[in-house]
């Protein structure tokens, strides 16, 4: 199972970062192996606007399955969910934390956004 978590570094050892479409990183891992590609998510953090749809397609193109990150808004939700991804909301700690929660069982799954539109 692929699961992708907004972070602030490459590294499992990095803080979650808790927006979504603006996060540094997108690290995909692969649970429960660990390995993980890190993508880089520079052209969102830049973006002018569309940040979280841009975020989501990343998500998509990387074959997650499930999205852990701080908040999510109503677009990038709506593109996440039409893709069948849930998403879990993790408040801080890094992602090797917030992979061991999910495992766990203990991370949130929201059913909707938790933060409004920018625009």
């Known amino acids: ?7 602030a570094g490459p590294e499992l ?3 979650v970062d808790q927006r979504f479409g603006r996060a540094r990183y997108l690290l ?3 649970v429960p192996e660990r390995t993980l590609e890190a993508v880089d998510n520079t052209a969102g953090m830049n973006a002018a606007q569309g940040a979280g749809i841009q975020a989501a397609q990343n998500v998509i193109d990387n074959k997650a399955t499930a ?3 701080g908040h999510c808004g109503p677009k990038a939700f709506r593109a996440l969910k039409a893709a069948n991804i849930d998403v879990y909301l993790a408040s801080g700690g890094t992602v090797a934390e917030a992979i061991d929660q999910f495992e766990a069982g203990k991370l949130e799954q929201t059913s909707s956004a938790d933060v409004d539109s920018h625009w």
């Open 28 to 30: 995909v891992v692969d």
């Open 13 to 15: 050892s990095s803080p």
């Open 1 to 7: 199972m692929k699961v992708a978590i907004t972070a």
């Open 67 to 69: 999205l852990i990150t």
